[in-house]
Each structure stands twice: as structure tokens, then as C-alpha cells.
């Protein structure tokens, strides 16, 4: 039986070679693709048994062989019927379908792997490929992110320009996809690793409220990165230091017997080897958490329970959980002292502060980074200036530097070419040892006359009773425990927020800028109920007003934001609410950002897209009500546990005892990752070497992405450089040819200027220091050519064709990747 699986899962792995090549489909379907196009033909594509299969490997603890079986083949079929799609797929738009592609790839690796788990070499093979299958990122099998329809333009004619324009369409959505396996495969860094999801979400926000896109792809993959994020936040809360390699941590941790730390470190790298599929990690982890953890799947649901509300507690504080709590209290009394006569107000009472609605509320709050990006964060008029430098550290952090060694004890660092020179290499100072730099940031304050308003429109209608009032409420919590933390970072700090509740009216928009306000604000938020009806339109010029005021008694404002929460389906005259917008305003930016809870708002949605279309910071979310309910439970994030009792006794013994249990596993972890760096440089020198022999040094059979990677670990400024300035030339070498401009190939003109200007919004998100700047826009631009029908060649004929239309994006790109003065 296996080996008949083998065999067709082979003839589907071929099938899925060539559908990479649209030449190469089927002559059947090449012969039928007009008659398709001429029916509107879509493909019908499913990852049901997939996902079953993936469901029976990670939760059926009893699944025996024949039952993994019959879900596997039932998965083979599946997997059959859409790549049969996909070849149709190619025939119809006559070109490969490559996120199509990737996707039946991704697909069929995991089939592999779960065959291979049924029939292993040994059971440890059979342990390990059935463990990656059971923690497959289910982001990983959603269907690609395509448009409800097909890109059409008044003045598009031809079919070209629409086959043009739907180019582009795929490329801006393709970046979603490179940007989250980029942000998987971030095993180290966990800061990096969660910039990456924040910008794959920045982008996936832009295209969807620009373009109608499947809601079903769109929703899984927010779902991932509200999974990912939130997991990432209890990380942080539970001590894990997002700029420092994990695996050092460990080591630091279990010298010190700092058992808590050890075991959320360990949690951490058990993440990150599951979701990027890492086997030579996972088998490590696996040891170290059967250690700390014994049996996941027999963890008591009680334990669980307590660690969220630990995270909890670490990311609001102690004192912000516990005057929510009292704040609910308070409302349960006060409801029971004195009962409404409105039924409507007492059915409304009952359910918002039921019995462990504050669990509820504080459990969402978890989320709430996750879930939503508004636009920044409250800006204080004291501002704080940062002077970076680099120090060397005995320990994994973000750069590695390669410096000369200077004792015995450089050796195990050391980049040994010659073990009979090693003695004498030594003592020349020509010895090279691996050092990390870690970038610190010395701080100091000053005040710089600016300011921010930020206004939260809560919708209180009764329709959002239950878990769209709990993110609701939880996210201005959020908001408010954020504000007091600012309040009492250093005096003379001048921070506000203002929110008010809406229903047919608007109650009044209270300003919270001090820490007492910010106690009788969640008093207020956490004990009153709401209800009614909903006038999104009056809320809207209310806010507008609460700006308009704040901008003639504030001088020094330079932008104001309104965020309005709503589940409300009410007309919106959006003349009316432009035209309010432009004279509060002013001269000074105000968006308008609109968090959908449970149903979406097509009126809001238009006006933040019109928004964004003219470059305002805007953002449009929807959160369906399934999401929302897993938010309240705290379903989003099933890992392990980061918070167990701790071991009582002494000191000494338990860091013997933790020596004993772990100190192989960190030693085995270490010697990992040494040899993955040492091999990286290891490959790269050879290949240089090789390259250069034959003359072919700008060659390459690493990818550039990963070339540009070990780039930057070795602090290799030149190399680098040059290789980025091959990539995106200097704007003024393109902007100032005198060669003529051709008419030809405006299609991959607009494809470069997309790639690259996606490549600005994504560097900008991520972040970091100059050469990792450089080293992710490489990498991504790789990534993204496929996706742009370009090869290599092409890419960089375009800049000699069509130079000064690609300048601007150029030089914003080298603005974004050069150190400020």
C-alpha cells in the first residue's frame, strides 16, 4: 500500500514541476483554456482532508495506522483534483500560476511527510516527520490570496493591459506569503521574527482595502498572525529577551537555575522549530520540553487557565487586572442594589457583567497587539533621543562582527583554516574569531514640541453585547494601561487619550492625561452598560469636533487619528463626514481608521480606502465573530504552558538538578547552531573560491537572500554594498540616462516599481540595522520575482529602459537603508 502511495505521490510531484511552466500543461487544456475563458472558469480548490489529515496527527492520541491511512489517501485525492485546477489555472491565463504553485508544493511536502511517518526507516524517523505534521502552521495550507474578480480598468481595452494589470494585483498579494515564511523561518531573532508578521499584516491590511479579496484566504492568514503575535507577546511577558539568540538564553537561564525563564526560553525555541519545520531543532526541543513539560496533551486545563492569566498580569500589570475585576464588582452591585425598570437595560446588565466577564475581557486583552494596527502609539511632547552604539557580547545577538582572536579562549569561536597553523595564526593576530555585537541604545530626553490626538469612537449599541464588547472594551483597557505606563516613565511627559461610547447619541468624549483619570476610565469602562442603536455618522462628527478644538489649544499638534469600533451596518454621508474631516483638520493629517467587529461596514471600508489611495495612514479591520469568541477563551494560542509552579528548595540543588535534566540538551542546541553559522561561512568562501577559479564571480548558486544574509553576519560592509547597489541602483545612475525610453515592456516597469515599492513599506516595518536592512530587501526582492513573471535579467534590463519612472521608488528605498546622521 505504501509504495503505491509513493508512486502516485511522485507522479503529483511531477505534475507540479510543470505546472510551474504554462508551456507544459496539458495539450487537453490548452486546447480547452478559451472555451474556460470564455465561461468565467475559476478554479475550485480544497484543503478539507488536509487539514484532517494535520487534525488526526495532532489531536487523535489513539489514531492508529489504518486510520492516519485512509485520512492520508483521502488527502492524496484532494491534493490530485487541485492540482488539476492548477493546470487549468495555467492554461487559462497562459502563464505559470506561481503562488498556485508554491501552494500544491507546500501541500505535497506534507503529504510526504506524512507517508513517510507510516512507513519510517525507524521509529525515531517515524517520530519525528509524524511530529512535523501534526505541528504544520495551518497558514501554510491556506488557499492563495486571489481577487474576488478579475482586475479590470475603464480604459483597459485589450486583454493585455488587463493581463498587465492583474500582474500587479498578484504581486502586491504574493509579498504577504514571502513576508510570513520569511517571518517563520526566524528562529533566533524573536524581535525580527515579529517585525516580519507586523509588516506581512501591514501589507495584507493594504491590499484588502484596496482590493475584494477571498475572505476566506484573507481570514486565515490574519488568524496566523493574531496567533503568531499574541504567542510572541506571552513570550516577551514570561522574560524572554526579543533581541538576544534564544539559544544563549538558555544557557544563561540554566546557569543561573533560573527555572521559570529556562522554561519559557524553551517554550520559545519549541515555537519556532514546530512553525518553520525545523527537524534538527524540533528533535532537541522535543527532549527539553518532555523535561520541563512531561506530556503536552496531558497539561490540566486548570494550569493553562493560570499561566494565561499570568501573561496577563505581565502584559497590563498586576494593578490594571485588579481594578478590572474591582471595576466589575462594583457594576454587579450596583445592579443588584438598584434594578433597572427598562428590560431591555437589565437583560443588557446581566449579560455584560455576568460571572467571569472580567476573565473574559482581560483574556482578549491578550489579542489586542495582534489583532489590530491603528497607526502608532500615543506620542508624548517629551521626546526621547537615542545615540546607538555596538558592544561585544559572549552571546548570539542580532550582528556577528569577525575580529582578530586575542586568547585561548577565542578558540571555540575561531574560524580554523589550518588546524597545524592554529598556534602560529594565534600568536600573528591573523587568527579570525566570531564576535556578536549587540546594539545598545543610550537615551537621553528632551522636549520637542510635538503632539499627537488619538480619539476612540466605542460603538454601544445592543447588538454588541457579548464577545464584540469584550474586544471592545478590552481594547481601550489596553489603550489605557499603555498610557499610564507612559505617564509614569518621567515627569513633565504630557500624553492624552480621548474615547467616548456612541449609540443614537453621542455620550460625552472624555480626555484621560493623567493616572487618576485612567483609574476612573476603566472604572467606567468595566462597570456601565451600554445599549441602543447606532449613528456611526454623528459619532464621526462628534470626534471631529473633539480634534478641531484640540488644534486651536494646542499649537504644537501635528497629526490626530480617530478609531472608530463598531458592529454597526448604518449609513454613512461620507460628503458630509469628508467635508467635516477637511476643516478639522486643518493643515495637520487626521486619519480615520475603522476596527469592524463581527460585521463588516462597506461604507467605512470605502472611506478608508479612499484614504489610503491618497497615502493617508488609515486602516480598515474586520474581525469576524468566531475570531472575536476565540479571543475572549483565549483559544488563539494552544501552546505550552510558560507558567508552571516553581520548584521549591535550594538554590544549588535545583540548578544541579536542572544541569542534569537539561545541560546536555543546551550543550546539543549550541553545537547546532555553531555548525549551521560555521557552514554558512563554510559555503560561502568555497563558493566564492570556485566561482573566482572559473571567472564567474558575480555568479551565484546560493541564493542572493541568504548570500546577503551571511553578509551581514559577517559585518561584510563592502560586499554587501555592492551587492544591494547591483540590486537597486543609486537613483541618480537611473534617473539622469540620457537613453531613450523605450515604449516596450511597461508592463515589467510597473512590476519593478511595485516590487520595490513594497520593499520600502516592508523595510521600514522591520527595521533594523543598516546591513540587515539591505540583507532583507535582497532576500525579499528574490522572493518576489517569480511572482512577477521577471527573471533576473529582465529585473535588471528594466532600469536601463525605464530608469527615471522607477527613480523615486530607488531613492526612497536608499533613504529607508541609509544610517541617519
Known sequence: MSATRRETLRALGERIERVSG??????LYRVAAPVFGVLGWKPKLSVAAVRALVDAFAHETKATEALLGAKLAKAIAELDENVMNVERLAAVGKKAPVAHASWLRRSYELLLRADGS?????????????????G???VTLAL?????????????DDEEETASRERIVMLELAAVDHLLAAARDEREILARRRRLFEAARQVLLDASAAIPLDPEAVKERKSAILAEITRLDRLEGAGVDFDVGLVHQARSALTRGEESRLRAVMAALDHVARTSGDVSLRRFTRKATREMFGDARAIPEDVKRASMERSVEDRLGADVCARVKSAFETGREKMLAAPNTNHEVTYASRQYLAEGAETQLLTASLSIDGAFELGGTLSPVRVVAEQRSFRRVPYPAASLALVAAEAIEDIPDALIEDPRLLVLQLATGRLLARRYLREEVKRTTKVVMTSEVRVFLLDGSGSMLGPRARVRDAMIVSELATLERRLGMAQNVRCALYFGYFDEQVHPIMKVSTAKGVARSIDMVCSEVHVGGTDIQKALLAAFDVVAKARESDKDLVKAQVVIVTDGEAPVDEAVVVAAREMASGDI????????????????????ARQRAKGERAFYHFVDDETLAAMVKGELDPGLPLHLPETAGDLRELKASLDRSLGHVVTELEDLCRGRDLEALDRMDAERQALREVGLEHETALGEGERARVESLQKDHAALGRRFERWFPRPETVADTTAELHEGHEADADAVHVMISSIVEVVRVVGGSELSRKADAIDLVERLLPDAHLTPARYFATFGRHGPRLAAALRALHEETTPKS
Open 22 to 27: 504554462p508551456t507544459k500543461v496539458k495539450l
Open 118 to 134: 507510516l512507513a519510517p526507516v525507524d521509529e525515531d524517523e517515524g517520530d519525528e516527520l509524524a511530529d512535523l505534521v501534526a
Open 136 to 138: 504544520t502552521a495551518k
Open 144 to 156: 492563495p490570496l486571489t481577487p474576488l474578480e478579475r482586475p479590470k480598468d475603464a480604459s483597459a
Open 589 to 608: 493629517p487626521l486619519g480615520v481608521s475603522v476596527v469592524a467587529l463581527g460585521m463588516e461596514n462597506e461604507a467605512l471600508r470605502g472611506l478608508v
